[in-house]
């Protein structure tokens, strides 16, 4: 559930920066962005007139690769029920195949890969007091993203344009995530009176340091570059080289005779991906230490607090009070809760408590307020409470979290019980494993020398570890 084609249409261009590089840390230059375009067109694959009328186009290629692609261009491959229901019943046919040997998902139209939920229908739902159907189709979603993170068939999520929301819920879970100058992530609910869902109770605070409230919290943007150096991608590829990899991956399922070996699948993906030595880490150096400094804590009074005493990034902490001082003060309070539960919590256990909290919540006036003034009016939107001091976390607990659970998620495959993050393996090292290295071996030089050979010199290592310690 997110922002979906009416929150970033596509008539307005990045001007005077490259989409890979788009971070948003105000609400000043959210509204510069907040109708994105990614600039170059993907080339896709004609579909027939049937597979047209098909919110999600499945096949499985005589390789053993299994492909979906995601097929509502016009609205930005905006993710629907019916796509959710498409998706989870060729994952789970795929799982038990003995022909399928990988899965790799896409978006349809070239600008998109999944620009989030189709929030207009479900306020339509709210409006009309069917809450009830609407906590059941987010209890779906939650499944599918549950499937995802446990099934053993390796899966491939081509992340090129726009990625938000639940967009995101279909990538996080993925052991290979790749990202492209077109990459514009964000995790946006907070805007539109909502929690940060698709699974970021999971993922979130296990990104590196505190990064994951940081992010999840303002609702900020990241391009390509940022999305790979953060932890968002696994891996950095050019649109343009998207194709040939495509076609790499069939001839390496050709050529065997079971599930692909996930480390093979690397190798392919790492031979179309970019070194990325002319790009920086916005995030690193001065900034990642702040986001640490200043996200650290339990609530959200006190992360205000921080950010305003803050002595070394000042302009930074500035430009992120002002970024949340536009959102719901109530979502974010939600947010940052559920990230602090999910530390302790497994993918399985995370998604049982989204459910159960969007089915408390979404009832109420946030969520439709938060909507309509974003996507209808496009006004300022009246939130109730109007700040985070009135907003009694007691309660909002009471209310939310600690009633009982009368009809948990149940998954459709049995796993997801891992508590810690699964999916690092083909990830660049996290920031505090190279201020951890380079404190113990105090030399940047053999810093980089230690980390590119115990990451065997993956494509972008070099640049994230000089904008960490810059």
Known sequence: MSL???????????????????????????????????????????????????????????????????????????????????????ILEWEKSETAKAILVKGNGGKAFCAGGDIKFLLDLEDTNQHQVAADIFSRHCRLQHLIGSIKTPYIALMDGITMGAGVGLVMNAPFRVATENTLYSMPENMIGHFNDASATFWMPRLDGHMGEYLGVTSSRLGGADSFFAGIATHFVQSKNLNELEKALQDLAIKSNSRLDRDSINAVIEDFSE??????????????????????????????????????????????????????????????????????????????????????????????????????????????PPTLKQVDLEDLKSRFFDAPDNNPMEPLLDGGHLKEYPQTRYMLPRCSEILEVANKINNQEDTIKYLVEKYNDKKGIKAKITSVLQ
Request: aromatic share 6%; glycine share 6%; with cysteine.
């Open 275 to 384: 070194n990325m030595d002319q790009d920086k880490f916005s995030l690193g150096g001065g900034i990642y230490q702040a986001i640490n400094r200043c996200f650290q804590y339990g609530t959200m009074e006190e992360i205000i607090n921080a950010l305003e005493e803050e002595k070394e990034a000042v302009q930074w902490a500035k430009q992120t009070i002002e970024q949340l001082s536009a959102l719901s003060p109530t979502a974010m309070k939600t947010s940052l809760e559920l990230f602090r539960r999910g530390v302790d919590l497994s993918l399985l256990e995370s998604l049982r408590l989204e459910s159960k909290v969007a089915s408390r919540s979404m009832a109420g006036r946030e969520f439709s307020e938060g909507v309509r003034s974003v996507v209808v009016t496009r006004t300022k939107a009246d939130w109730d």
């Open 4 to 90: 979906t084609s009416k929150l970033v249409r596509p008539t307005t261009r990045f001007h005077g920066i490259k989409p890979s590089r788009i971070m948003v840390t105000s609400p000043s230059m959210f509204q510069k962005f907040r109708f994105a375009q990614t600039m170059v067109n993907v080339q896709q694959s004609p579909l027939s007139q049937a597979d047209k009328e098909l919110v999600a186009v499945t096949q499985q290629h005589p390789s053993g690769i299994c492909e979906i692609q995601m097929n509502r261009p016009k609205k930005l491959n905006a993710f629907n029920d019916e796509m959710c229901g498409i998706m989870s019943r060729s």
